[in-house]
């Protein structure tokens, strides 16, 4: 009887933790953006029809992803700022006028919401 109790309270323990995780996941993380627009960013970068990203970058959680750009890791360190990594995926051709990385803002192959949102995902990569 006693292990039994000991056995149900260990299991409510484990309860309460998993329940305060799906809790903490549905809120916001550290730079403010929800996990559904994480998501909604993953789902546009790797939609082939919006961003179609993983034509040619590798990207965590992606499937058969194309190596004729850098890998999408790190991003954090290597654009601080937010906006530069934005003013890439907006028009990658402002910074490499030979970029083959389709200017996906300027041709307005994504919207602009749609263009905060993959940078959102991508910059927590
Ligand atoms: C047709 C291929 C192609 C597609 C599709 C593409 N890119 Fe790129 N991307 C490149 C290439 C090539 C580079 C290397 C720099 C250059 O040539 O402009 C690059 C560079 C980048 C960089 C800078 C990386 C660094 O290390 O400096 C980022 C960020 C980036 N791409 C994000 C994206 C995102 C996000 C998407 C999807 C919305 C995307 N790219 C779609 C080809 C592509």
């Known amino acids: 009887m ?12 484990i309860a309460v933790a ?9 809120t916001v993380n550290a730079a403010g953006t929800s996990k559904a627009d994480l998501e909604k960013g993953q789902a546009l ?4 029809k919006k961003g179609n990203c993983l034509a040619c970058h590798s ?21 601080p700022d937010k906006a530069v990594l934005r003013a890439q995926i907006y028009n990658a051709s402002a910074k490499n006028p030979n ?5 996906f803002g300027r041709h ?18």
């Open 99 to 103: 970029s083959i990385m389709p200017p």
């Open 18 to 26: 998993i329940t305060g995780l799906g809790l903490a996941s549905t």
């Open 2 to 13: 006693r292990s039994f109790s000991k056995i149900v309270s260990t299991t409510s323990i």
């Open 45 to 48: 970068a790797f939609n082939r």
């Open 59 to 79: 990207i965590k959680g992606g499937k058969l992803p194309g190596n004729i750009a850098p890998p999408l890791v790190a991003m954090k360190a290597r654009f």
């Open 108 to 125: 307005k192959i994504i919207s602009e919401k749609e263009i905060d949102l993959i940078t959102d995902f991508i910059h927590q990569l």
